[in-house]
């Protein structure tokens, strides 16, 4: 996809994320390696015997006779011999020499570099003295190659020297070996490879089918603003639980990020008198959209706004299990659908604010037809927001018809887990379709140490003053003062109606002008900000009101110190 960047993050993030991938791979290439060593063992591929011998270089020439054509020794032979021992040293590694041996004991098929290979000559504390190891897989056929090798020098060397010999000090002796030789570790080399096959096979999967592990990528990608980002905690989304219930998750990190997604959605709908109707959907089954959809009801319900939240994803109702221990199926779209109640029997009241129209699944799920909608558009009158589950666009066509009776869509996208060409064509399909797209909601996103995998969270210290309060506290008393000010603006113009046959006087007057002044002002600045700008000037009105609140009591405690410094003073008039 265009404008998708693979960072070496991401790459190392697909590798601990199929850990356990990597090991059965890095084990089977030990087993493999080890079962390829013991057949290799027992079919005698392997050397595990060493034939020892010393043998003494001479300067001796092919007729016994030393320098000189003499039969005696003198001090010159030594030294000579001692000159002598790299090049006897090369002769007896020669391929003459070795395959001359090897054809004598009738090896089958003599190879002399491997005979070279597995023969080391080692000179002796620089003496005239050679240290000769073979090794060999067999003692017998060692034993031999070694003296014919032995033999044969001393055929060759005086016929390509010219002089020389060597004379056996140790006879060949066989020493057996525990392990396979060169090839022992063969079982490291193979794990190894499979670790790197592991390895690769991740890298390539997140290459060959990306998933959302950049969060900036569904503003840069995809084009959509980041509403919420809801972290993946196992013990607030367990099965079973029911939201609604206290089990001292209230101050989860959770409930905080659905609190300001609240706040976010709800600014980007705006403070209208008509209900507002969207339904919540994804590109694939199991992102979270019923959860998402439940939680953001909950949290609109806390500000007091009415809330009805209907499960429409009749394939996999979840709704109801969320709310509820158990569902009556006369309370549910079900039984409505079929007329067996009506529809304000089927809504169960949670809350004061907050209603629920659940479904059970049925092999015969409920079609999207106009019936449905029909009771739909009957309850919504009632409501501030109706939320509406839904199955995947990406895999249920019908979803678009919901285009009728919503105004929005919301879309969820559950981090690292649909291809990123499946996200773009459900998101393709809801723009052709003209609905208008209020924003995504990332679930179940990972985070490592302060801040999300593949985003940024800035941590602001602040040392020797009183700790803020948290953004979702200050954003929710910031609207809560809002509304009281917009409740004072209608108290104030009704007043004004009823007094309009009256006289004003003259301090009415001044403040219904100053009261219209500035509910004016703030009324024209809230429509004029995005909603990014509008959480931001949420957070900074509390950032503001905490900072008065601290100028006010550093002035208090400098009037104090000055009475105390100058009583006299401060009691003057």
Request: aromatic content about 6%; some cysteine; charged content about 25%.
């Amino acid at each position: 996809m265009n404008g998708v960047q693979i960072r070496v993050g991401d790459l190392l993030y697909a590798i601990g994320k199929r850990w356990k991938m990597i090991l059965a791979f890095a084990l089977v290439g030990c087993g493999f390696g080890a079962a390829l060593s013991g057949i290799s063992y027992v079919q005698g591929n392997y050397t595990n015997y060493r034939i020892n011998c010393s043998i003494a270089v001479t300067s001796q020439s092919e007729t016994g006779n030393f320098t000189g054509n003499s039969s005696y020794f003198n001090p010159n032979d030594f030294y000579l011999a001692q000159d002598m021992v790299d090049a006897v040293g090369y002769v007896m590694k020669s391929e003459r020499v070795l395959r001359e041996a090897a054809e004598s004991v009738r090896i089958v098929d003599p190879d002399p570099v491997a005979i070279a290979r597995n023969l080391d000559i080692e000179r002796y504390n620089e003496t005239q003295i050679i240290e000769i190891s073979l090794k060999w897989h067999d003692a017998d056929t060692g034993i031999r190659l070694m003296n014919a090798i032995l033999d044969t020098s001393r055929e060759v060397l005086p016929k390509t020297l010219m002089v020389g010999s060597v004379s056996t000090i140790d006879e060949p002796q066989a020493e057996y070996i525990m392990g396979m030789g060169g090839l022992s570790h063969i079982w490291l080399i193979t794990g190894v490879m499979g670790f790197i096959m592991g390895a690769g096979m991740a890298m390539l999967e997140l290459i060959m089918r990306p998933t959302l592990l950049n969060l900036k990528d569904v503003e840069n990608v995809f084009g959509l603003e980041t509403m919420g980002i809801i972290p993946n905690d196992q013990e607030y989304f367990r099965d079973g639980r029911v939201i609604l219930e206290k089990d001292g998750m209230t101050d989860s990190a959770v409930r905080q990020n659905f609190t300001s997604a609240a706040y976010i959605l709800q600014n980007r709908l705006g403070l209208k008198d008509e209900t507002c109707s969207f339904y919540v959907t994804s590109a694939e089954e199991g992102e979270g959209k019923s959860t998402v959809a439940a939680n953001l009801a909950v949290q609109l319900s806390d500000m007091e706004k009415k809330v009805l939240l209907v499960d429409l994803n009749t394939r996999n109702p979840r709704l109801g299990s969320m709310f509820l221990h158990s569902v009556d199926y006369s309370r549910t779209l079900n039984a409505l659908y079929k007329g067996e109640t009506d529809p304000l029997e089927a809504v169960i009241s949670l809350t004061g604010y907050l209603d629920l129209l659940p479904s059970v699944l049925e092999r015969n799920a409920i079609p999207m037809d106009g019936q449905v909608f029909d009771f739909i558009r009957g309850l919504e009158k009632d409501y501030d927001y109706v939320i509406i589950d839904t199955p995947s666009v990406g895999q249920v066509s019908d979803v678009l018809s919901l285009n009728q009776i919503a105004q929005a869509v919301l879309f969820v996208i559950r981090y690292d887990d649909v291809a990123l060409p499946m996200i773009q064509n459900a998101i393709d399909k809801l723009d052709k379709s003209g609905i208008r797209i209020l924003g995504c909601v990332v679930n179940a996103a990972q985070k490592t140490g302060g801040k999300y995998f593949g985003g940024e969270r800035n941590v602001v210290e602040n040392r020797g003053r009183k700790p803020k309060k948290p953004e979702a506290e200050t954003m929710k008393e910031t609207m809560d003062d809002l509304n009281d000010l917009e409740d004072m603006m209608k108290s104030a113009k009704e007043t004004q109606a009823l007094k309009s046959t009256h006289p004003h006087t003259e301090e009415d007057t001044a403040f219904n002008g100053l009261l219209e002044e500035l509910t004016d002002d703030l009324l024209e600045t809230s429509n004029r900000l995005s909603n990014q700008e509008a959480i931001e000037a949420l957070v900074q009105m509390g950032m503001n009101e905490s900072g008065r609140e601290e100028s006010q009591e550093e002035l208090e405690n400098e009037d104090t110190e000055q009475s105390e410094t100058d009583p006299e003073q401060s009691e003057q008039p």
